[in-house]
Every structure is written in structure tokens, then in C-alpha cells.
């Protein structure tokens, strides 16, 4: 609990985030869905999603996020009106502290 923030660890690679999460999480965060996806993990590349999300409607893309938390960027941060996708310690300093 560095800086005195609450926070519940949840291991999404074990528990998959629900696809009503995944589109709280972009609409709060206001990225575009690509952003939310582990786009250097081996479970992407042997899905060869690089070229097929292109043809992907939206929904299809949420549920996929929803089948396995590894398709999902770590770590997400979600809380309140708070949405960080990925770790870049200026971004999650300037929302936190």
C-alpha cells in the first residue's frame, strides 16, 4: 500500500474480466479498444490478431477480451472514474497522487 492507495489485486489471466468491465473500462478510460490489448503476448501473435481485429466489429473484439485475461494489457488500473491500461509511471502518477 505505497502512498497509503487502497487497492484489490485481481489476477485477470485467472479470472477473465467480464465484457461489461471491458466496455466500462473504454468508455472511462476514452482509449479505443486496441489499447486494451496485449499486443506482445504469444496468445495474440498465435491468434495472428494483429490483421484480424481490423475486420472485428467492436462486440467482437470485447468478447474475444472477455475469453482469456491474457489477451488483456497488464496492469489495468479501474476504480471510480479512473481507467490506466499499461504501466507508464508519469500517467499513473499524475492520475493517483
Known amino acids: 500500500m505505497k ?3 487502497d487497492f484489490v489485486e485481481r489476477p485477470i489471466n485467472e479470472e477473465n474480466p467480464r465484457e461489461s ?3 466500462d473500462w473504454i468508455k472511462k478510460s476514452g482509449f479505443p ?3 486494451f490489448f496485449n499486443t506482445s503476448g504469444t496468445l ?3 491468434l495472428n490478431l494483429k490483421e484480424k481485429l481490423e475486420t472485428m466489429s467492436e462486440d467482437e473484439q ?3 477480451l472477455a475469453s482469456d485475461g491474457m489477451l ?3 496492469p489495468i488500473l479501474a476504480g471510480g472514474d479512473i ?3 499499461g504501466f507508464k509511471e508519469d500517467e499513473w ?3 493517483l497522487l
Open 93 to 95: 502518477r499524475n492520475k
Open 83 to 85: 481507467v490506466i491500461v
Open 3 to 5: 502512498n497509503n492507495i
Open 33 to 35: 479498444i486496441k489499447r
Open 21 to 23: 468491465e471491458i466496455r
Open 62 to 64: 470485447i468478447k474475444l
Open 44 to 46: 495474440y501473435k498465435d
Open 72 to 74: 488483456v494489457k497488464r
